[in-house]
């Protein structure tokens, strides 16, 4: 039975390569949105699924200024962040069904700290730290646009 085994084995990792290449890799390739804050437009990529969400901005080292990820949830909750394998500092927008902006937490690179919504929220828009401070948005600014379409 062992002789079966490892000839399988080798097969199916000839087959599927190794299972650790492509979960340390950024995702790059996702469905996109255009979002704006007031007169700032923002190039968000989408993730909606758990797997996406999972993965997140992990592994980038560089992003565009004007580049974010829009997260989207099946239903408002409670949305708690962390930075794990997330090399880029960040500032998490945790965003109402409408496109209020509910509250900012910045979150540093690699760390471990949870960041939470104030509220339960279907929606975090993660831009590049300070982005959303040097725009003058903050808690009760809109976003519209995408699923904040009115």
């Known amino acids: 039975m062992k002789r079966l085994l ?17 979960a340390d890799a950024p ?5 996109r949105v255009q979002l704006s804050a007031g007169m700032f437009l923002i190039n968000a990529q989408v ?6 969400r999972a993965t997140g901005l992990m592994f980038r080292k560089e992003m565009p200024a004007n580049e974010g990820m829009l997260f989207v949830f099946e239903q408002p909750a409670s949305q ?6 997330t090399l880029l500092p960040l500032t998490a927008a945790f965003v109402a069904d409408d496109g209020t902006i509910v509250n900012l937490a910045d979150m540093q690179p690699q760390s471990l700290d949870s960041h939470c919504s104030a509220k339960p929220v279907r929606y ?3 831009m590049h730290q300070g982005w959303f401070g040097k ?8 976003l519209s646009g995408g699923p ?3």
């Open 6 to 22: 490892i000839p399988l084995f080798c097969l199916l990792f000839a087959a599927t390569g190794p299972v650790w290449s492509q």
């Open 27 to 31: 995702q790059l390739q996702l469905p």
């Open 47 to 52: 993730v909606s699924t758990p797997e996406q």
């Open 80 to 85: 708690c962040f962390w930075m794990k394998n």
């Open 124 to 126: 975090v828009l993660e």
């Open 135 to 142: 725009r003058g948005l903050k808690a009760g600014s809109r």
């Open 148 to 150: 904040f379409t009115r």
